[in-house]
């Protein structure tokens, strides 16, 4: 028996190994266990016995017609970070200085940690410039002109897709924008004047401060969890002394955190913004990429007195550069079209009919299975290497969807000074201290994974371990 | 000798006839002396002088290589305008009322004389596809990713084309923006605060009124002559003043008065600007659309201190759906590049690579020479048919350029009334009181020429100075 014991054991460590050392990727079929009966030389049972072992383990999993792959897993992450505890004071300091060496610095790196970027070999380039030229021959005037009420095929497919999660639009309600940073700041425009403030999670993706800051705004950051988002009472007590203009929220998978507000917080964010009549714009540009079976639902789908203004883009889930957007403004529709009139006019005719007709003719949904695998993928390695390379005590969040990751060094780990000595390496990384206003999450770095998976990243992030651990 | 006299007066003034009736239309070639002389047995010398008569009407010229066309020219339009001479108050008014019936009747107009839009006609379409096409392949991802520092092309091609006025930049100096309206809301987001005053012309494009209101900034409206623009002392007293914070002029042709400043005026402002430090946003988005034989120059080109930022766009010139435009902000250059990252990241990547393509291959010169000649033309027929079919006392800008006329009617006739009487007949126009925050202009109109001239255009022209004389 000890001898069974022993086979087994040894079988399942010696793939434990193979797996943490990359030798067999996430993703890889392992063998059947037929050949690894004649390869070893071992019984069928003692086999089973391993992979069960390994399944158990979280290292591997059986999917239907494919035999056991690796999936490196939940039980060998690093232990989840707790939810922030941010100062709840006002915000407004200038973060330009740090937020300008990430972005100044930005062309010197070569592998790229830093940004939530989709990597063009995610991209189905071929298929979309397809959709180009099918947009320059679908517009009566191949897209020359003024697109003054934005593709009727694009808005007619962003309102299909919401009836998914419960959204119930025309396509007249949708206006579309050049990527949801112009809808974040169409809003803002409109809703807020210099001095009000406004609510946002924390730490908070810094494109939502610049623009706050651009605009004079003060900003109040929310103790946040990294699974559930937001915590409510915190909202609640503060929509309530109405003290704040308006709470912007990323329901879905943010940047940083992660986190996807469950259902009920959803549904409550949804009512005490009627209740205390303050607006709520949900950002959701990245709902789209979860990594369970099912499309989260959005505060929006419980507005029922339209002070929930939903906002997204093709940004994060397929084309970046084509500056695809939209908001859905509930009942402050008119404000917002006439803030959009006034500040930019129209959008881009030809990139927005294409991303019409590649929705039209059902393209979309199928790249977004295989981008959601390839993300799930990349999500798997990056947490094998920082439990792997990364100082025993850190910390990470568990995001069931997006490709962002928050990390929480031992506080002896100063992130900035990490940025400065990975970008001589020509690596680059997001210091934590550029997701608030406020000086906090120095030990903090958020990490993207929108990239192609491959052994330079895998490098980089074993290079960014080791420089965090000399630092102790 | 009478006889003589007779006969070429009488042909003469048959030919002016053909003219005015539009029988013989703008840019017509005249039948070759030759033929006029055997056609109606008259000598040549009878001809001869029958042609010198009308050359001296200037209603026709004399082309090398294509004898005499029809030229309806200046000695029979209506009176110019003269110089405005605004209420010299803050405005802050809301214009929206009136801005949204024209904005949400457009649609309903067939003929659209009201928006200074490029006809669709006008615009090499099958040019445009392919050099779309080129820049799918010329950018290494197709442009499906951001495009972070902007068309490289498209920045060179910006800076080359300035050398012609004067104008000394590096591509890097070039900020890419959606059209010029971004550049302007960016440079008023950067440079100005609310309740802040800024300087225009008066009648001024309504989208700067807009913008303006929408930022809660005053604006003080400047006398400005039909021919060189803003009155020079009066921004003087007011830049010396320092009650403003900004001035924006748009310096060639601009909507809706259509002037020029001359070099000496332009020289004065940047020297203005540089002594009363208080910036110049300079809109050039008509500049290359000139009648005469040369691009005009730019404040810009006289800015020795960068406090003239200098803007434009291809919206008027080629291509407004593509979303292409510019900005040189001067010593400004990092606050601007920082507003356009805060408000909209970056611009559409394909669009704006293919206008560089389009550029660097020669082919926007030889499209503005067809489109320089096709907006003269109009240009001529409006005149012709604004002499003909307005009431006696009606007033008319001369502009050198662009595709905007303003139009003085006797007091009696109010545009407003105008406007309604028009749309129900399907016909577009745009009533002097939206280029205004003050209670004026309500005689005057904008018209616009940038469609492709034809019948339709001159009866909605006929049809709207008869709806005048009936108010009278």
């Not at 056991?68 to 690093?78: G, L």
């Not at 740090?98 to 990597?119: G, Q």
């Not at 695809?324 to 009139?341: I, M, N, Y």
Request: charged letters at 20%; hydrophobic letters at 40%; a positive charge.
């Amino acid at each position: 028996m000890k001898n069974v014991v022993n086979l087994y054991a040894t079988l399942s460590s010696e793939i434990e190994q193979q797996i943490k050392t990359n030798v067999l990727k996430i993703g890889d079929r392992l063998p059947s266990l037929r050949s690894i009966c004649s390869e070893r030389g071992v019984s069928m049972n003692t086999a089973i016995r391993a992979f069960h072992e390994l399944e158990k383990l979280g290292l591997i999993e059986a999917k239907p017609q494919s035999g056991y792959v690796v999936s490196y897993s939940h039980s060998h992450f690093k232990n989840i970070v707790a939810s922030s505890q941010p100062k709840m004071v006002k915000g407004a300091n200038s973060m330009d200085e740090i937020m300008n060496l990430v972005v100044e610095n930005y062309p010197m790196a070569k592998t790229r940690l830093s940004s939530a970027i989709l990597d063009a070999r995610l991209v189905p380039i071929n298929k979309l410039n397809a959709a180009v030229g099918a947009a320059t021959k679908s517009l009566s005037d191949s897209g020359v002109n003024y697109s003054v009420y934005g593709s009727e095929k694009l808005k007619t497919q962003i309102a299909k897709r919401a009836t998914v999660w419960g959204g119930k639009f025309q396509p007249s309600d949708i206006i579309t924008t050049s990527g949801s940073t112009d809808a974040l700041a169409f809003t803002l425009l409109a809703l807020t004047r210099r001095g009000d403030t406004i609510a946002v999670e924390s730490p908070v993706y810094y494109g939502i401060l610049r623009l706050a800051y651009s605009l004079g705004l003060q900003v109040i950051e929310l103790p946040t969890d990294p699974k559930v988002g937001v915590q409510m009472d915190a909202l609640e007590r503060l929509m309530k002394s109405k003290k704040i203009k308006l709470c912007l929220l990323v329901s879905n998978f943010s940047n940083p955190m992660g986190a996807c507000m469950p259902e009920e917080h959803k549904k409550r964010v949804a009512q005490m913004a009627a209740k205390y009549q303050i607006p709520v714009l949900e950002d959701d540009v990245y709902g789209e990429l979860f990594f369970g079976n099912k499309r989260p639902r959005n505060i929006k789908s419980f507005d029922e007195e339209g002070m929930v203004l939903w906002c997204g883009s093709f940004s994060k889930t397929l084309v970046s550069g084509y500056r695809v957007g939209w908001l859905e403004a509930g009942r402050f529709k008119k404000e917002l079209e006439k803030v959009k009139l006034n500040h930019t006019l129209y959008c881009t005719t030809i990139t927005h009919e294409a991303v019409g007709i590649f929705l039209e003719i059902g393209r979309y949904e199928h790249h977004l299975k295989k981008l959601r695998a390839s993300l799930y993928n990349n999500y798997l390695n990056f947490q094998r290497c920082i439990s792997l390379y990364f100082p025993e005590e850190t910390k990470v969040t568990h995001p069931t969807g997006g490709m962002n990751l928050w990390v929480e060094f031992p506080k002896k780990v100063n992130t900035i000074e990490l940025y400065n000595q990975a970008i001589l390496h020509r690596i680059s990384i997001s210091p934590g201290r550029t997701y608030t206003l406020q000086h906090q999450y120095n030990h903090c770095l958020k990490l993207s994974f929108g990239m192609k998976w491959g052994d330079d990243i895998d490098s980089a992030l074993k290079r960014v371990g080791k420089l965090a651990k000399e630092m102790m």
